[in-house]
T-cell receptor
Framework: NAGVTQTPKFRILKIGQSMTLQCTQD?????MYWYRQDPGMGLKLIYY???????DKGEVPNGYNVSRSTTEDFPLRLELAAPSQTSVYFC?????????????FGDGTRLSIL | GQNIDQPTEMTATEGAIVQINCTYQ??????LFWYQQHAGEAPTFLSY????GLEEKGRFSSFLSRSKGYSYLLLKELQMKDSASYLC????????FGAGTTVTVRA
């Protein structure tokens, strides 16, 4: 049971480039989330999804896009990379409406924009 | 929205007890989570409180007072492997995280 898998683990981008951060989970969770974590800061919610075909903005969505075509996959797209997007990105999933179900996190993608 | 405060750093000795406080102000509340995050790793779930009172799980306990907007995580019999960041997160059908408390355990 792999849980939540993120790829790549590390990436360096040039300003203006685009890329997709991949996230897949094998726990049949309905809810999936993307966070970014900057040094000394808490996790900030970028986007989330409550099921296939449904996505919604979180606290810091600008500069990002997501899609949820299947239950398993929730990719995060950066269209025009900016230095402010240098961060560690975590994908997470949970079983239900999160009232008492903990989120399970992937190992993160460390992204640098130069 | 959510406003969550927790201390930035704490240091304690192996075998001791440490209490990490978390205060929050929220427009909606549906429980509070504590997560542990070792440096360079993903957060992992520790505890969940939705009703007032103490929840105990082995060496770790978590307390909640909804009327005071206050929670704490108690780590007993500290071990070196407990050196990590501890994240408080309130649940309003989306999690809002505090900045985390870095605990350093010294021999």
């Amino acid at each position: 049971n792999a849980g939540v898998t993120q790829t790549p683990k590390f990436r360096i981008l040039k300003i203006g480039q685009s890329m997709t951060l991949q996230c897949t989970q094998d726990m049949n969770h309905n809810y999936m989330y993307w966070y970014r974590q900057d040094p000394g800061m808490g996790l900030k919610l970028i986007y989330y999804s409550v099921g296939a075909g449904i996505t919604d903005k979180g606290e810091v969505p600008n500069g990002y896009n997501v899609s949820r075509s299947t239950t398993e996959d929730f990719p995060l797209r950066l269209e025009l990379a900016a230095p402010s997007q240098t961060s560690v990105y975590f994908c997470a999933s949970s079983y239900g409406d999160n009232s008492n179900q903990p989120q399970h996190f992937g190992d993160g993608t460390r992204l640098s924009i130069l | 929205g959510q406003n969550i405060d927790q201390p930035t750093e704490m240091t304690a000795t192996e075998g001791a007890i440490v209490q990490i406080n978390c205060t929050y102000q929220t427009s909606g509340f549906n429980g509070l989570f504590w997560y542990q995050q070792h440096a360079g790793e993903a957060p992992t779930f520790l505890s969940y409180n939705v009703l007032d009172g103490l929840e105990e799980k082995g060496r770790f306990s978590s307390f909640l007072s909804r009327s005071k907007g206050y929670s704490y995580l108690l780590l007993k019999e500290l071990q070196m492997k407990d050196s990590a960041s501890y994240l408080c997160a309130t649940n309003d059908y989306k999690l809002s995280f505090g900045a985390g408390t870095t605990v350093t355990v010294r021999a």
